[in-house]
Nanobody, 126 residues
Framework: QVQLVESGGGLVQAGASLRLSCAAS????????MAWFRQAPGKERQFVAG????????DYADSVKGRFAITRDNAQNTVYLQMNSLIPEDTAVYYC???????????????????WGQGTQVAVSS
């Protein structure tokens, strides 16, 4: 079992930056694919960014490319999401996820991840 706890969300103005953290416990994340998803009110949970453990491949949703960056610190058992140039459309609850299937391709669907955090709210005002 992997327990995930997100933090770092908040209310910011458009153009600001935030860094989300996802602290893992129970097992080391070094053998897990890690990802961030987000869910806006009335919408499905969607992929934001992911990082595979096998070859450290990284991928992003088109809507956040060039603005967001996912990193992992295996020694700290923590994954981060640096979010720059935030826009109101980034407003959502952000979830951290972990999946154990070995892959060279970043999984972008929720069914490929086995463990989820409780989420952290990000709100961006215009």
């Amino acid at each position: 079992q992997v327990q995930l706890v997100e933090s770092g969300g908040g209310l910011v103005q458009a153009g600001a930056s935030l860094r989300l953290s996802c602290a893992a416990s129970g097992r080391a994340i070094s053998r897990y694919n890690m990802a961030w998803f987000r869910q806006a009110p009335g919408k499905e949970r969607q992929f934001v960014a992911g990082n595979t453990w096998l070859i450290s491949n990284i991928d992003y949703a088109d809507s956040v490319k060039g603005r967001f960056a996912i990193t992992r610190d295996n020694a700290q058992n923590t994954v981060y999401l640096q979010m720059n140039s935030l826009i109101p459309e980034d407003t959502a609850v952000y979830y951290c996820a972990a999946g154990g299937r070995a892959t060279s391709r970043v999984h972008t669907t929720t069914d490929q991840y086995d463990y989820w955090g409780q989420g952290t709210q990000v709100a961006v005002s215009s």
